[in-house]
């Protein structure tokens, strides 16, 4: 595609619920990386996927959030048993490599009520 | 611990005139600088970046200054213009972190408001 999509654009869901976001990188990028951005707050990095290497996972908040990448294309972004703390903007990127510019999605604004 | 700081939460200038947007970093690691522009709604747009080996990158009216003895950069837009008003964000990396990964480490934003 043209550029990072990700879907759903917005997602409401219940404390307690599990919820799955979806990213599609730019076609050709090896890097892949998720960052969420809570009100008035910067982004903050939760995971980074670089080709076939195991991930740095050393972001995520909690063992209720993981992240996959499936044949090193789409990226899934899971958290279980959300809680409100949970609600943000949750933004998907892609670069050609690990060191090149990276080119984000528009996000998933995640509200957990 | 914030890495990567920027004090100035909001900006204010006239069209036409300068607008200074500054970052701040403590990790002496980073060696990449990046610049992105946010409008609400949409997700970070590259602006642009700097190596440690520089200090100065200029692209059309954006130009990214970096003084590494006092770990502080500082991006200039001008003449500015009133689609330039956005939540700007400073980016940095470091040359190697964890198994090898390229994560960056952003600052909270400066909202610039170009008056016309």
């Known amino acids: 595609g043209a550029g990072v999509s990700q879907s759903p654009s917005n997602k409401v869901t219940e404390k307690g619920k599990d919820v799955e976001l979806r990213c599609d990188p730019i076609s050709g990028h090896t890097a892949l990386y998720w960052y969420r951005q809570s009100l008035g707050q910067g982004l903050e990095f939760l995971i980074y996927f670089q080709g076939n290497s195991a991930p740095d996972k050393s972001g995520l908040p909690s063992d209720r959030f993981s992240a996959e990448r499936t044949g090193g294309s789409v990226s899934t972004l899971t958290i279980q048993r959300t809680q409100q703390e949970d609600s943000a903007v949750y933004l998907c990127?892609?670069?050609?490599?690990?060191?090149?510019?990276?080119?984000f999605g528009q996000g998933t604004r995640l509200t957990v009520v | 611990d914030q890495q990567v700081k920027q004090n100035s939460p909001s900006l204010s200038v006239q069209e036409g005139r300068i607008s200074i947007l500054n970052c701040d970093y403590t990790?002496?690691?980073?060696?990449?600088f990046l610049w992105y522009k946010k409008y609400p709604a949409e997700g970070p747009t590259f602006l642009i970046s700097?190596?440690?080996?520089?200090d100065k990158n200029e692209d059309g009216r954006f130009t990214v200054f970096l003084n590494k003895s006092a770990k502080h950069l500082s991006l200039h837009i001008v003449p500015s213009q009133p689609g330039d008003s956005a939540v700007y964000f400073c980016a940095a990396r470091a040359a190697y972190s964890g198994a090898g990964s390229y994560q960056l480490t952003f600052g909270k934003g400066t909202k610039l408001s170009v008056i016309p």
């Open positions: 990790n002496s690691m980073f060696d990449y």
């Open positions: 700097i190596s440690s080996i520089k």
């Open positions: 990127a892609s670069s050609l490599r690990g060191n090149t510019e990276a080119f």
